[in-house]
C-alpha cells in the first residue's frame, strides 16, 4: 500500500475488511496500529467519511464479550466497588442538568447501557418512569438487586417492549457497538414522535490526551462532532444539536427520528472531512506535550480520590446514591 501526508503524518493507504458505517466504503488510512498499552489494535479513517474505527473487530463474538468479559477487563471487577457507584452519581447528576429542560413531567425514560444503574436511579428519584438495558450480566445483575430498578439484561437488538419513550439516552456506550447503525435504529423504534434520543461519547479531537492514549482496546469507532452526526443520519435521525461538553473531552448530542425527510437533507459526506480530522490528530499529537498542566494532571485527581473514599466507606451501593442525591443538587 503507498502512504499518504498529512503534515509530518505519514499514513498508510489500507483496504478495510469491514466498510465504513456513514459511507459503505473500504477505502482508509491507517491511523494507529496499536492501542493504548502498546498491543495490536489497528485503528483505520474512512477516506470519505473521516470516522475512526477499529479493523478488523478484535472480537470473536462482539455481544458474548460485553456480557461477560468487559467489566473485568476495563475496571478489573465483574461488580462495581463503592468508589466506582459514587463516581457514577455524580457523573449522573451532571447529566441530568444537561438534560432535564427535555423531560416533561413523569417523563418515560430508557438507558441503553445502563451499566450498574445509577442514571435510572437517579431517573427514579425525580419521578420519572425510568428503566435499563444493560448487556452486561454481572452489572445489570448489581443495578436489579442492589438498587432494585428494571432492567433488561439483553444486547440492544434483542430488547422488545410495547412502550414508548419520551427520552433514550446512551452514555459512552456507542463507541463499544460493532453494528451501531442498526442498533441505534432498533432503540429508535421506541422513542415516541418528539422524543429525543441523548448520546454522550468521548471526542477524539479532544486535545488534552496524548495520541498514543486515544486508542482504548474497548472503543470500536472514535468519533469527532461530525461523524457523529452523519452516523445517526444513517440510523434516522436528524441531529439538533452535537458538540464537546466540559474541557472538551467528551461529545453530547441531541437527536430526534427523521421524518419524511429527503435524501438531500441528510447529512453528506465531504472529501476534505478525513484530511481535517488527520491535521487535527497530528497538531495534537505535539501540542500535548506542550502543555504543562497534562503532565501533572494526575495530582489534580488526588482531591477527588480522598472525597470518594470519605464519602463511600462502609456505605452499600443504595446508600452512596441517596446520600449524594439528596445532598447534591442538580
Known amino acids: 500500500m503507498r502512504n499518504i501526508d498529512c503534515m509530518s503524518f505519514s499514513l498508510k493507504l489500507v483496504n478495510a475488511s469491514r466498510v465504513c458505517p456513514i459511507s459503505g466504503s473500504t477505502n482508509a488510512v491507517l491511523v494507529s496500529p496499536k492501542d493504548r498499552h502498546g498491543k495490536p489494535l489497528r485503528n483505520i479513517m474512512c477516506r470519505e467519511s473521516g470516522l475512526i474505527y477499529v479493523d478488523p473487530v478484535p472480537f470473536e463474538n462482539t455481544e ?24 457514577a452519581g455524580r457523573i449522573a447528576l451532571e447529566r441530568y442538568s444537561m438534560l432535564s429542560e427535555l423531560l416533561p413531567p413523569s417523563a418515560n425514560c430508557l438507558d441503553a447501557g445502563s451499566s450498574s444503574g445509577e442514571f435510572v436511579y437517579l431517573l427514579q428519584s425525580r419521578s420519572h418512569n425510568a428503566q435499563g438495558v444493560e448487556a452486561n450480566i454481572p452489572y445489570a445483575e448489581y443495578s436489579r ?53 441523548v448520546i454522550e461519547v468521548p471526542n477524539i479531537l479532544y486535545p488534552n490526551m496524548a495520541f498514543s492514549h486515544k486508542w482504548h482496546p474497548g472503543h470500536l469507532f472514535s468519533f469527532s462532532d461530525k461523524t457523529l452526526s452523519l452516523l445517526l443520519g444513517q440510523a434516522g435521525f436528524r441531529t439538533i444539536s452535537c458538540s464537546p461538553v466540559g474541557d472538551g473531552g467528551n ?40 502543555n504543562v498542566t497534562n503532565l501533572v494532571k494526575f495530582f489534580g485527581k488526588i482531591p477527588s480520590m480522598i472525597s470518594e473514599q470519605v464519602n463511600t466507606r462502609g456505605f452499600s451501593g443504595k446508600e452512596i446514591l441517596d446520600r449524594l442525591y439528596k445532598d447534591l443538587s442538580c
Open 145 to 197: 438487586s442492589q438498587l432494585e430498578i428494571p432492567v433488561s439484561i439483553l444486547p440492544f437488538s434483542e430488547f422488545k417492549t410495547e412502550e414508548k419513550f419520551d427520552l433514550v439516552t446512551m452514555f459512552h456506550v456507542l463507541e463499544h457497538l460493532e453494528n451501531p447503525v442498526r442498533d441505534l435504529s432498533c432503540l429508535g423504534e421506541f422513542l415516541k414522535p418528539g422524543g429525543k434520543l
Open 64 to 87: 458474548e464479550f460485553y456480557q461477560t468479559e468487559y467489566r473485568k477487563s476495563y475496571k478489573g471487577v465483574h461488580r462495581p466497588k463503592p468508589k466506582h457507584v459514587y463516581r
Open 251 to 290: 461529545l453530547w448530542g441531541v437527536f430526534e427520528k427523521s421524518v419524511g425527510l429527503e435524501e438531500s437533507s441528510l447529512p453528506s459526506c465531504e472529501n476534505n472531512r478525513a484530511d481535517e480530522i488527520l491535521k487535527t490528530l497530528e497538531k495534537q499529537r505535539f501540542q500535548y506535550y506542550c
